[in-house]
């Protein structure tokens, strides 16, 4: 049974097809009726010709009654196309409608709708043009991503959901209970979490990381590729409270080795889209950021530039002026300076290292000078940060320390800290929001629409 991709990918055929999908569009002439039927294989329909005289009555019913929406069965041979911007049709023979879509309530006509609007109603959006490029691009790259670190050795680790650690040690978690916290409530009692499910507090993991890392240090190359959930009140177009992330980790590796793989893998990312979306990638490039294509193609022709944290900072402190936020050494890097760093520094994407160690995760390695940390962070025009990772503090003593500046218990953490008991090597990795690279690719703007049902504050909705 054929898909429409298969159909206008393919020769004209003599014999029958049955082309099942929705109409998208009906369009009539004296003798002759046109209907676009698509099935999402691909981003475009393929047109079905109907002869009037031709047609027996219950085809001329199905017909007078057919509105966008409708789910159908079309019978008929490809033949070449006579009209402009497909090279084959379906001749067709007859029409069978499976399920109706009344013109009256059905929510998606055959006009432009507002992302917002749409997303309103993100159970049908994936039928629109966008929203099904959107998903065929999605799905290429995480094909792309297994593919990718499975060529080269990685090993795919499914780490924990619920967990009962703070990987980033920043607190934005959502707790996993299974008490009756209305009950609790109302008797005046504190929760008792020694009684819940798990006798200890539990949350929603924020990362993979930390469980990855006891799994490269036993099979030297892991990743993990999951959801993951963070309670943040980020209200903007670049935050979601839950995502999948991208997490691979590698033993007996430096920092140099992780910025050589995650350029490797992004410039393998956008070569594997460029190839294999290209209907819908021409798409985005006109109707949502124009220059798609070619900003993707610059990336495979030039290497990332890369920039030590101080040597960013004294560049943005030269242009203190033009900034909301005003640069300094140890300040958070705002969007605006990611901005000023990929567009008019390196002119690309960019990597950033050695970071303050009082603004990364108390995990990554600290450098001699006392004051850094082996961080890295890509930053790409018109996204900002895309990846961030590190080379991971091995030494025991050097961790220990570290987490009691952070305020952290050591004992919360004794598994953890076994690696660098037992056997401990230099290692590290990065992590990748896997719907920040579906932005990027697909140049959406708001990165609630390029995951299928976004969460965020106040919306958890279908």
């Given at each position: 049974m054929p898909c429409i991709k298969e159909m206008l990918a393919g020769p004209a055929r003599s014999q029958e097809v049955t082309a099942r999908g929705w109409v998208r569009t009906k369009r009539e002439l004296k003798n002759l009726v046109f209907v676009e039927v698509y099935d999402g294989s691909c981003f475009n329909g393929i047109q079905c010709t109907f002869e009037r005289g031709c047609a027996d009555m219950a085809t001329q019913a199905a017909l007078a009654s057919l509105s966008t929406g409708c789910s159908v069965a079309v019978k008929g041979k490809v033949v070449p196309s006579a009209g402009s911007g497909q090279a084959v049709e379906i001749a067709a023979s007859g029409i069978d409608i499976i399920g109706d879509a009344p013109f009256e309530t059905y929510p998606l006509q055959k006009k432009r709708h507002s992302l917002e609007f749409l997303r309103e109603c993100a159970h049908l959006r994936a039928r629109t043009n966008t929203f099904g490029a959107v998903a065929r691009v999605r799905s290429c790259l995480a094909f792309g991503v297994h593919r990718f670190f499975q060529e080269r050795g990685f090993h795919c680790v499914h780490t924990p959901i619920i967990t009962a650690n703070d990987a980033e040690g920043a607190g934005a978690l959502f707790q996993v209970t299974a008490l009756d916290l209305e009950a609790l409530a109302a008797s005046g009692k504190a929760p008792d979490y020694g009684r819940d499910f798990f006798r200890k507090r539990?949350?929603?993991?924020?990362?993979?990381?930390?469980?990855?890392?006891?799994?490269?240090?036993?099979?030297?190359?892991?990743?993990?590729?999951?959801?993951?959930?963070?309670?943040?009140?980020?209200?903007?177009?670049?935050?979601?409270?839950?995502?999948?992330?991208?997490?691979?980790?590698?033993?007996?590796?430096?920092?140099?080795?992780?910025?050589?793989?995650?350029?490797?893998?992004?410039?393998?990312?956008?070569?594997?889209?460029?190839?294999?979306?290209?209907?819908?990638?021409?798409?985005?490039?006109?109707?949502?950021?124009?220059?798609?294509?070619?900003?993707?193609?610059?990336?495979?022709?030039?290497?990332?530039?890369?920039?030590?944290?101080?040597?960013?900072?004294?560049?943005?402190?030269?242009?203190?002026?033009?900034?909301?936020?005003?640069?300094?050494?140890?300040?958070?890097?705002?969007?605006?300076?990611?901005?000023?760093?990929?567009?008019?520094?390196?002119?690309?994407?960019?990597?950033?290292?050695?970071?303050?160690?009082?603004?990364?995760?108390?995990?990554?390695?600290?450098?001699?000078?006392?004051?850094?940390?082996?961080?890295?962070?890509?930053?790409?025009?018109?996204?900002?940060?895309?990846?961030?990772?590190?080379?991971?503090?091995?030494?025991?003593?050097?961790?220990?320390?570290?987490?009691?500046?952070?305020?952290?218990?050591?004992?919360?953490?004794?598994?953890?800290?076994?690696?660098?008991?037992?056997?401990?090597?230099?290692?590290?990795?990065?992590?990748?929001?896997?719907?920040?690279?579906?932005?990027?690719?697909?140049?959406?703007?708001?990165?609630?629409?390029?995951?299928?049902?976004?969460r965020v504050v106040g919306q958890a909705d279908f």
């Amino acid at each position: 049974m054929p898909c429409i991709k298969e159909m206008l990918a393919g020769p004209a055929r003599s014999q029958e097809v049955t082309a099942r999908g929705w109409v998208r569009t009906k369009r009539e002439l004296k003798n002759l009726v046109f209907v676009e039927v698509y099935d999402g294989s691909c981003f475009n329909g393929i047109q079905c010709t109907f002869e009037r005289g031709c047609a027996d009555m219950a085809t001329q019913a199905a017909l007078a009654s057919l509105s966008t929406g409708c789910s159908v069965a079309v019978k008929g041979k490809v033949v070449p196309s006579a009209g402009s911007g497909q090279a084959v049709e379906i001749a067709a023979s007859g029409i069978d409608i499976i399920g109706d879509a009344p013109f009256e309530t059905y929510p998606l006509q055959k006009k432009r709708h507002s992302l917002e609007f749409l997303r309103e109603c993100a159970h049908l959006r994936a039928r629109t043009n966008t929203f099904g490029a959107v998903a065929r691009v999605r799905s290429c790259l995480a094909f792309g991503v297994h593919r990718f670190f499975q060529e080269r050795g990685f090993h795919c680790v499914h780490t924990p959901i619920i967990t009962a650690n703070d990987a980033e040690g920043a607190g934005a978690l959502f707790q996993v209970t299974a008490l009756d916290l209305e009950a609790l409530a109302a008797s005046g009692k504190a929760p008792d979490y020694g009684r819940d499910f798990f006798r200890k507090r539990s949350y929603l993991t924020v990362s993979g990381q930390l469980e990855a890392e006891t799994y490269a240090t036993a099979l030297s190359r892991v990743y993990t590729f999951g959801p993951a959930f963070r309670a943040e009140h980020s209200n903007t177009a670049r935050h979601l409270a839950e995502f999948w992330m991208i997490e691979p980790e590698v033993a007996f590796a430096d920092l140099g080795d992780l910025m050589d793989l995650a350029e490797e893998f992004l410039t393998y990312l956008f070569d594997l889209a460029l190839r294999e979306c290209a209907e819908d990638l021409a798409f985005f490039d006109s109707r949502m950021e124009k220059g798609l294509r070619s900003s993707l193609q610059k990336v495979l022709d030039s290497r990332f530039a890369r920039i030590t944290y101080t040597d960013a900072v004294a560049e943005l402190e030269k242009n203190a002026g033009t900034f909301t936020f005003k640069p300094f050494w140890g300040c958070d890097l705002q969007s605006e300076h990611e901005r000023f760093l990929t567009e008019q520094v390196a002119r690309g994407p960019v990597v950033i290292t050695d970071f303050p160690q009082e603004i990364k995760p108390f995990y990554m390695k600290q450098n001699d000078d006392g004051k850094t940390v082996r961080a890295m962070d890509v930053l790409f025009p018109r996204l900002g940060e895309i990846i961030g990772g590190s080379q991971r503090e091995e030494r025991l003593d050097r961790l220990e320390r570290r987490m009691t500046e952070s305020g952290m218990k050591a004992e919360d953490y004794s598994w953890y800290l076994d690696l660098r008991r037992y056997g401990t090597v230099p290692h590290g990795g990065f992590g990748m929001g896997f719907e920040r690279l579906v932005q990027y690719v697909t140049g959406m703007a708001n990165i609630r629409d390029v995951i299928p049902y976004p969460r965020v504050v106040g919306q958890a909705d279908f």
